[in-house]
């Protein structure tokens, strides 16, 4: 169906689309979300979910295959679980995952437990950036939250054979000690822990990045050389490795210290409908005003093919004044 694929000027196939479905969260992590959070968008400014179902399809008939939604947090949004379900339905969609931070996860799964396993996403991101209970509250903000309310959710998640990948962000002098409790989570389970450098976007740049290698050499200092694997499903540029005595893996993201732009696969969706050519860049497709002006579908997916032209071929964090809330997840 469609065409083989979407391709931008510098020859790199589009495939992967990030659709943030809500701009609201409920933690403020300093290096993502002001204290006081963002403001609120008009209802009316959000795309329905059911705007978002039709761009997806004209994306899809493009050759966009895997989706992620994301936020803000996702799970705030009423109707969200539906809203996956739907998404698994599309002809094309090969693949549908969500990024969460966790703290809603029971009652989505409570929510869902009489679904099929082909209505529930494919895999779920969840985004832990400190066990520790004091560490956690300071980054997040949020004196309620704990994470250790999200860990019993993981073994929930495994038995429906979902993948589950563990995000983390290390930020010098901040959480570095925490390097260690984190990747052991992946010691008895066959989960992925991910490492994540922190991009300097908006509230983020006050903090300094902990590059990946030096988080790889803490857990090699440990644990001993780690191997790099291949085959793991994935939709970016994470690489992963394998530790000794541990069932699952351990993987890295380095956009700052390995840029990884020659590469990149993905375009974003923010909760407003603009497409985003590039996550720090503010170069894009207005699709809500096309959405709702009776553009037909033709139309928007012509729209969509000459935008992807414009797609940078790098990256420039300078560019950017927002933080990872208000890009599109």
Known sequence: MGISMLTD??????????VSVTDRCNLRCFYCMPQEGVEWKPHDDILTFEEII?????????????IRVTGG??????????????LKTVPGIENVTLTTNGLLLGAYLDETASLEKNSLPDGINISIDAIDNKLYKKITRNDDAKPEDVFPLIDHLLKKNILVKINCVIMDSVNEAEILP?????????????????????????????PGKEVMAVIEKKYGTLTAVTGI????????YSVPGF????????????????????LRLTST??????????????????????VSDNGISMAVTEAVNQKPQAYSFAKTSAGMSGIGG
């Open 73 to 86: 947090e996702p799970l705030l949004r009423r109707g969200t679980p539906s809203f996956l379900k739907n």
């Open 182 to 210: 984190l990747a052991e989570l992946a010691k008895d389970k066959n989960i992925i822990v991910r490492f994540i450098e922190l991009m300097p976007l908006g509230s983020a740049s006050a903090f300094r990045p902990v």
């Open 9 to 18: 000027s510098f020859g790199r196939g589009l495939d992967y689309l990030r």
């Open 233 to 240: 499903a994935g939709n970016g540029p994470a690489s992963y």
């Open 54 to 66: 039709r761009v997806v399809n004209i994306m899809a008939w493009l050759g966009i295959k895997k």
């Open 273 to 294: 409908g603009f497409l985003k050519l590039c996550l720090s860049s503010n170069q894009g497709l207005d699709l809500r005003a096309l959405l709702r002006s009776g």
């Open 247 to 266: 069932s699952g893996k351990i993987g890295f993201i380095n956009p700052v210290s390995g840029c990884f732009c020659d590469t990149c696969n993905r």
